[in-house]
């Protein structure tokens, strides 16, 4: 979708919204790159023989793998952490060619830019967005080397025993010719994803570090089922955006939407079940407690990988900004001024724009399936919505 041309859409999900407009030459080329994966990546390899010299001395320090479940606040955390003058990160610019940043980069560095005017993106929750912004397209490297990693009947749990030479070595120089390309220090990511390959990647990267984060059960579900419905009617008006939706691997919501399996497909069919008699917050809450508890035993089993690892969580985030992003910039490495760290405190905060509005029988499930899980992060059982 061309996120960096959204206006408004009404909040019943009326898909008058051009951000789910998706461009031809953008549908085409993408369409094009997804469906011959193995091309791009050999295009990505005489890519990176080209530019040997150039990323000869480039390594990959510390880097920063931001993740969550969708609505967390992963974006609110990849915007304040891309921002920093040492980082580079995918931006929505390198959509399509993803696989070649060197070559896309380079070109994009001859054209005239146009002067652009930030938008709020499809999601209509108060991020303003432009086509250097910040985004989550990483999974399009992933998926050109696991084609099952979004299917629900398969697990996608990544190991720190699992070996894949091909994409590691592939990764490692895309990571490498993006650091160059943008004359940066630091490689972060936000990859929602990324939630079960955790331990895969320390084992890539053991100087890595992880920003985790995680939402109060109730108020998390709200978003995501609100964020569900815009993209049925969006993706529904615009068929183009669902099928942009599959090619960066954005399954969270929508006329696709797919239940990560975290190794129980049993577990994970019942939520994909839930969804589809229209029991929407039962599913939801088993998801929830599914990708949370399964965070909470990897991270409870390997003690390298819970020390390299930040839990953030969004309440905390909106409502003590200043420490909580102090932490961050403390728990990655990057540093950072205390005018820069107030001047980013001070926008954020709670979303005003929506409220749960659950029954109590509603809320009761919710607390009964996510209560457990929720404790292991600190959040009390009886969860109840925050003003």
């Known amino acids: 979708m061309n996120d960096s041309n959204i206006a408004s859409t009404a909040e019943s999900g009326v898909a008058t919204d051009p951000g789910f407009d998706v461009p031809t030459w953008m549908h085409l080329l993408s369409g094009w790159i997804h469906r011959n994966p193995r091309l791009w990546i050999r295009l990505g390899n005489l890519e990176t023989r080209t530019v040997a010299d150039v990323i000869a001395d ?122 160059a390309v943008r004359k940066r220090q630091r490689y972060v990511a936000k990859g929602n994803y990324n939630l079960v390959r955790l331990a895969y990647l320390h084992r890539l990267y053991p100087d890595a570090r992880f920003v985790l984060a995680i939402r109060d059960p109730v108020w998390h579900i709200a978003s995501l089922i609100k964020q569900h419905r815009l993209f049925v009617a969006g993706e529904t008006s615009e068929p183009r955006a669902l099928d942009h939706m599959r090619r960066v691997g954005h399954y969270e919501f929508g006329l696709d939407r797919r239940a990560i399996n975290t190794g129980d497909t049993a577990l994970t069919r019942r939520i994909t079940e839930l969804w589809s008699s229209g029991r929407e917050v039962e599913g939801w809450a088993h998801y929830w407690a599914a990708i949370y508890n399964h965070v909470a035993d990897v991270l409870a089993a390997d003690a390298s990988l819970r020390q390299a690892s930040l839990v953030v969580r969004y309440e905390t985030l909106c409502g003590e900004p200043r420490t909580t992003l102090e932490q961050v910039f403390e728990h990655t490495a990057l540093p950072v001024a205390v005018e820069a760290l107030e001047a980013a405190a001070a926008g954020l905060h709670a979303p005003g724009y929506y409220r749960p509005a659950f029954s109590d029988e509603e809320l009761a499930t919710i607390h009964t399936i996510t209560g457990p899980v929720a404790a292991r992060f600190g959040y009390a059982e009886g969860i109840v919505p925050s003003s």
């Open 58 to 179: 480039v390594r990959v320090d510390r880097p920063v793998f931001v993740a969550g479940l969708a609505r967390s606040g992963t974006t609110v955390l990849l915007e304040q952490l891309a921002a920093h003058p040492q980082v580079a990160s995918h931006r929505y610019i390198d959509y399509p060619p993803v696989l070649t940043p060197y070559w896309w980069n380079r070109w994009l560095g001859m054209v005239p830019r146009a002067t652009e005017v930030a938008k709020e993106r499809a999601h209509q929750d108060g991020i303003s967005i432009t086509s250097q912004s910040p985004e989550a397209f990483e999974e399009v490297l992933w998926m050109a080397f696991f084609p099952d990693a979004h299917d629900p009947q398969h697990s996608s749990v990544m190991h720190r025993q699992d070996v894949h030479p091909e994409f590691e070595r592939f990764y490692d120089e895309h990571l490498r010719k993006l650091l």
